[in-house]
């Protein structure tokens, strides 16, 4: 449902005493400019204390008071891991649990539950068996997500971006491993588990918001299960993997049996594209609109992807996902 959580709150200037009880939890610097005193302030949680909120404040000329940031993985807080998915009670003992941090750190009222957000992650997990974690992400490296360019990493993230969102498809468990203290439990859980996390940052927040209906880019309109499900859905889609992802033989199969006046260039579109790559369609001079009408009209179909294996891969549906410990365990 929801991971990482970024809010903040624009806090009346600090009293003396507020900013001594400031200087004791922060390490605060400052400098000064024609415009005037730039100050900041970070505290970071002993690691001996497990995930809590990372704090920032901020204080410039052109404000009139403080910025307080918080910024925390809200899995990892609630439950100590982000393997799982929380549920929609669990993600509000997190924010209760944000609000209480940062006030007692801040030393004054902060209530994540109001506090607009700068970055969301939104995210789902399905267990669909390690040995389907690479074909999928091959798969998904394929995939053209409207006006975000692609990254992957290795055969482990297929990764899409612009300067606002984020998408990442990849196997849980070679995240796991990544840290040399990661629990038992997690590295257990975590095997055959393919994540996918959408990252939104302010400006796409924005537009999420007119989407939603919503008023506001607080965590009670935008970090709830509705939100949640709506940008899962919609990433699935744009990714190709709201489908069966069908084998390259059974796709060409699948195709040769559809009766529809454009089956004959959606089926050279596949072939060309195997044996050329995905720019194959500027050895046969088409234009960009045409290319996309296309692509549009396999990923409708569910044939723009193909797993490399003989098989077609599982299909994500909510059987598979991952939500709770006790569901996953």
Same mark, same amino acid.
Request: net charge positive; glycine share 6%; proline share 5%.
């Given at each position: ?35 005037? &005193? ?12 497990? &995930? /809590? +909120?990372?704090? &920032? ?51 004054? %009222? ?55 969102? %984020? ?40 537009? /999420? ?9 607080? +965590? ?14 919609? &990433? ?47 050895? /046969? ?19 723009? /992807?193909?797993?490399?294996? +003989? ?19």
């Amino acid at each position: 449902m929801i991971d990482t959580l970024t809010c903040s709150h624009m806090l009346p200037k600090p009293s003396d005493t507020e900013l001594e009880h400031l200087r004791e939890h922060f390490q605060i610097t400052s400098y000064t400019n024609a415009a005037g &005193t730039f100050i900041k302030g970070t505290h970071n949680p002993p690691r001996d204390h497990g &995930t /809590l +909120p990372r704090l &920032t404040i901020t204080a410039a000329p052109y404000h009139e008071g403080l910025r307080a940031t918080a910024e925390v993985s809200l899995p990892k807080l609630v439950n100590g891991t982000n393997v799982t998915e929380l549920t929609a009670a669990e993600v509000q003992d997190g924010l209760e649990m944000v609000t209480d941090y940062a006030s007692k750190t801040l030393g004054r %009222e902060f209530d994540a539950n109001t506090a607009p957000v700068s970055r969301v992650d939104y995210c789902a997990a399905w267990q669909v068996g390690e040995q389907n974690i690479k074909p999928f992400i091959e798969a998904a490296s394929h995939a053209r997500p409207s006006r975000m360019t692609a990254v992957t990493h290795g055969d482990t993230t297929a990764g899409f971006h612009n300067n606002s969102r %984020e998408i990442v498809l990849y196997s849980k468990h070679a995240d796991v491993m990544r840290f040399k203290d990661a629990s038992t439990s997690d590295k257990e859980l975590s095997r055959g588990v393919l994540r996918l996390e959408h990252r939104y940052r302010t400006k796409a927040i924005n537009a /999420l918001m007119k989407k939603l209906g919503v008023a506001d880019r607080t +965590p009670r309109s935008i970090v709830t299960p509705q939100a949640s499900e709506y940008v899962i859905g919609h &990433t699935m889609k744009a990714l190709g993997i709201d489908n069966t992802i069908t084998s390259r033989d059974e796709r060409l199969e699948t195709l040769r049996r559809v009766k529809d006046k454009d089956a004959a260039t959606m089926y050279g579109a596949l072939v060309y594209r195997e044996q050329y790559g995905d720019d194959f369609w500027k050895l /046969l001079d088409w234009s960009r609109a045409k290319f996309y009408r296309v692509r549009r009209d396999l990923q409708d179909a569910g044939l723009w /992807l193909s797993s490399a294996t +003989p098989r077609s891969l599982p299909e994500l549906r909510p059987a598979l996902r991952l939500v709770t410990r006790e569901k996953a365990a």
